[in-house]
């Protein structure tokens, strides 16, 4: 191979593993910390964040619940959503800040005496993805 040919096939080469080596250092785009729910449960009460007396069903007289959750991955100020559902009625939205990962927080709904039946609770991240959904009773 002459010098010329050389020369021009080197400086394609080298063009070509500039361009390589360009894409190879793009960085991926940065993704959000993955927010997950790993508990979720109804109770009648929190203890030293810890609940207390859990069950999927209640008596009508119980006058509150809580959903106590426990959420992994998430930054330190990110916030989730207790919403409530009696039946197919959103009855309550609740935003709880997260504080780190990971981390327990809960919220608490009051519920009348003539609202037996079928109720839920989705817990949903800041863009209302749904993370979990929990299903109770009231009554029966």
């Known amino acids: 191979m002459n010098p010329k040919h050389f020369a021009c096939a080197l400086a394609v080469a080298l063009g070509h593993a500039a361009v390589l080596a360009a894409q190879d250092s793009i960085a991926a785009p940065a993704t959000a910390p993955s927010l997950t729910v790993t508990e979720a449960v109804i109770a009648r009460a929190v203890v030293d964040r810890v609940p207390q007396d859990t069950a999927s069903r209640f008596p009508v007289e119980v006058g509150q619940v809580v959903c106590w959750t426990k ?34 927080t809960w919220s608490r ?17 800041a863009s209302g993805n749904l993370l979990r959904r929990v299903d109770f009773t009231i009554g029966g």
């Open 109 to 125: 709904k009051g519920v009348p005496a003539d609202a037996p039946g079928a109720w839920h609770v989705e817990i949903r991240d």
């Open 71 to 104: 959420i992994a991955g998430a930054a330190s100020g990110a916030t989730v959503h207790h919403v409530w559902f009696h039946g197919d009625t959103q009855v309550g939205d609740v935003e709880l800040t997260v504080g780190g990962s990971p981390w327990r």
